[in-house]
């Protein structure tokens, strides 16, 4: 076959992500004009053959390629259905590592979805968030859009002198010029393309912990820094739990609007104005969105089925520094969830939840049911030994249920099998 597959054969998202490659680097160069919404790029992806390629295709929406070279080589190319086609002017051998150079540009907006709403680059009332779970990413940036391909990233923004641009990675340069200014991150970890994110806007910043930043619009700062006050704990808590912090750096980004949710990135997360009140009444998502950085981030799942591997883990989190911050035990939190989840329909199998209930309340708290009934059956200190040799183990690398079950080893078929495998809800751990 000298074909590129156009599909990444994804179970839940099979049109997301491509066939024929793996991505290994993203070096994007984005110059943004925030008062347009007006995005002038270049992309330059580094992959590697897994079968002979005499065309092949990226994920791309809304955006306009102007010009394609691969290996250096101006190449055929064509825009239909989110995708970009590339047909080389020479084939790229099986095995063979290549080069595609991306020119596009055009006014960004986020990808629609009937179920998730608008998902990708975004504008805001001051400046523009990328928050790209699922299929956002090539709302900005030609990509083979699939958790199971991480890749490192250099990325470049040139935007509007006052506002700030925080990009998920360390900021290795920023220079200004005139009215503009340069910022250089580079983001050397494997990452998977949904938890890439650009955040533009007019920040304040502080200091949360060791390696912890946060910014946030000036007119929250009192409020932020009291609901965020208990963050540096929290983080020691978690890698109590969990292991050692998977990245160098966190950051905290609140956008100067609403947001429906907080959104993960790769050491970063994004909070909405809305979720700052003072009261530390959203204490629960610091802890979840923080969670995601092993769960999700780290491990990222192979395919979107998995997704419990990310969403039951970090709410089994905000059970944990319940617990630990002296608030409810866990083992209350999972008796209110249980009782909760009895009274609802039991046709929801964990493990494969079906792409329109991917984010179902049940994949959250079932997920940290599970949880709650393997550390029931294996004890305090075998629990936790487990889930730090998981992370551990999968650092940077993607995973399945499947890798999970065989991780927490024999004797233990029952529980996953009725947790896991069957819409039934157990009756108790
Ligand atoms: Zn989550």
Same mark, same amino acid.
Not at 27 to 44: C, G, H, I, K
């Given at each position: 076959?000298?074909?590129?597959?156009?599909?990444?054969?994804?179970?839940?998202?099979?049109?997301?992500?491509?066939?024929?490659?793996?991505?290994?680097?993203?070096?994007?160069?984005?110059?943004?004009?925030?008062?347009?919404?007006?995005?002038?790029?270049?992309?330059?992806?580094?992959?590697?053959?897994?079968?002979?390629?005499?065309?092949?295709?990226?994920?791309?929406?809304? &955006?306009?390629?102007?010009?394609?070279?691969?290996?250096?080589?101006?190449?055929?190319?064509?825009?239909?259905?989110?995708?970009?086609?590339?047909?080389?002017?020479?084939?790229?051998?099986?095995?063979?590592? %290549?080069? +595609?150079?991306?020119?596009?540009?055009?006014? !960004?907006?986020?990808?629609?979805?009937?179920?998730?709403?608008?998902?990708?680059?975004?504008?805001?009332?001051?400046?523009?968030? +990328?928050?790209?779970?699922?299929?956002?990413?090539?709302?900005?940036?030609?990509?083979?859009?699939?958790?199971?391909?991480?890749?490192?990233?250099?990325?470049?923004?040139?935007?509007?002198?006052?506002?700030?641009?925080?990009?998920?990675?360390?900021?290795?340069?920023?220079?200004?010029?005139?009215?503009?200014?340069?910022?250089?991150?580079?983001?050397?970890?494997?990452?998977?393309?949904?938890?890439?994110? *650009?955040?533009?806007?007019?920040?304040?910043?502080?200091?949360?912990?060791?390696?912890?930043?946060?910014?946030?619009?000036?007119?929250?700062?009192?409020? %932020?820094?009291?609901?965020?006050?208990?963050?540096?704990?929290?983080?020691?808590?978690?890698?109590?739990?969990?292991?050692?912090?998977?990245?160098?750096?966190?950051? *905290?980004?609140?956008?100067?609007?609403?947001?429906?949710?907080?959104?993960?990135?790769?050491?970063?997360?994004? %909070?909405?104005?809305?979720?700052?009140?003072?009261?530390?009444?959203?204490?629960?998502?610091?802890?979840?969105?923080?969670?995601?950085?092993? %769960?999700?981030?780290?491990?990222?799942?192979?395919?979107?089925?998995?997704?419990?591997?990310?969403?039951?883990?970090?709410?089994?989190?905000?059970?944990?520094?319940?617990?630990?911050?002296?608030?409810?035990?866990?083992?209350?939190?999972?008796?209110?969830?249980?009782?909760?989840?009895?009274?609802?329909?039991?046709?929801?199998?964990?493990?494969? !939840?079906?792409?329109?209930?991917?984010?179902?309340?049940?994949?959250?708290?079932?997920?940290?049911?599970? &949880?709650?009934?393997?550390?029931?059956?294996?004890?305090?200190?075998?629990?936790?030994?487990?889930?730090?040799?998981?992370?551990?183990?999968?650092?940077?690398?993607?995973?399945?249920?499947?890798?999970?079950?065989?991780?927490?080893?024999?004797?233990?078929?029952?529980?996953?099998?009725?947790?896991?495998?069957?819409?039934?809800?157990?009756?108790?751990?």
């Amino acid at each position: 076959m000298t074909a590129g597959a156009e599909t990444s054969g994804d179970p839940y998202l099979p049109a997301h992500g491509n066939g024929g490659y793996r991505t290994r680097h993203y070096d994007l160069d984005l110059e943004y004009r925030v008062a347009p919404n007006r995005l002038t790029a270049r992309a330059r992806v580094e992959a590697t053959t897994t079968q002979a390629l005499s065309r092949f295709s990226l994920d791309l929406a809304g &955006l306009r390629v102007s010009r394609v070279l691969v290996n250096g080589k101006p190449a055929r190319y064509a825009q239909r259905d989110r995708k970009l086609h590339v047909t080389p002017a020479v084939p790229i051998a099986d095995g063979g590592t %290549f080069t +595609v150079e991306v020119r596009y540009g055009g006014n !960004p907006r986020p990808i629609h979805d009937p179920a998730w709403g608008d998902i990708g680059w975004d504008e805001l009332s001051e400046g523009a968030l +990328v928050a790209s779970q699922p299929i956002g990413a090539p709302s900005w940036y030609p990509c083979n859009d699939h958790p199971a391909d991480k890749a490192s990233y250099r990325v470049t923004v040139t935007a509007d002198a006052p506002y700030t641009v925080l990009v998920t990675g360390d900021l290795v340069g920023r220079r200004q010029g005139g009215s503009l200014a340069t910022w250089v991150y580079e983001r050397p970890e494997p990452t998977a393309t949904y938890l890439m994110s *650009v955040q533009v806007g007019l920040y304040e910043q502080a200091t949360l912990g060791p390696g912890q930043h946060a910014a946030f619009p000036a007119r929250l700062r009192q409020p %932020f820094l009291h609901d965020f006050g208990r963050h540096g704990l929290i983080m020691s808590t978690l890698e109590r739990f969990f292991g050692r912090y998977p990245f160098r750096g966190y950051l *905290v980004v609140v956008t100067c609007d609403d947001l429906d949710e907080p959104i993960e990135a790769q050491g970063m997360s994004v %909070f909405g104005a809305n979720l700052i009140d003072g009261q530390r009444t959203h204490e629960r998502l610091i802890v979840h969105e923080l969670a995601h950085q092993w %769960f999700g981030n780290s491990l990222t799942i192979r395919e979107w089925p998995h997704i419990w591997l990310n969403e039951g883990f970090a709410t089994y989190a905000e059970w944990l520094w319940s617990e630990a911050s002296g608030g409810a035990p866990a083992e209350d939190h999972a008796r209110q969830w249980h009782a909760k989840l009895s009274t609802g329909p039991q046709d929801l199998v964990l493990a494969d !939840p079906g792409v329109s209930r991917m984010f179902d309340e049940r994949v959250y708290k079932r997920g940290a049911l599970t &949880l709650h009934a393997l550390r029931h059956r294996l004890g305090d200190a075998q629990f936790f030994a487990l889930l730090k040799d998981w992370t551990a183990t999968y650092q940077h690398a993607t995973v399945s249920t499947e890798d999970f079950v065989r991780f927490a080893g024999g004797r233990l078929e029952d529980l996953f099998t009725s947790w896991l495998y069957r819409p039934e809800l157990p009756a108790t751990w």
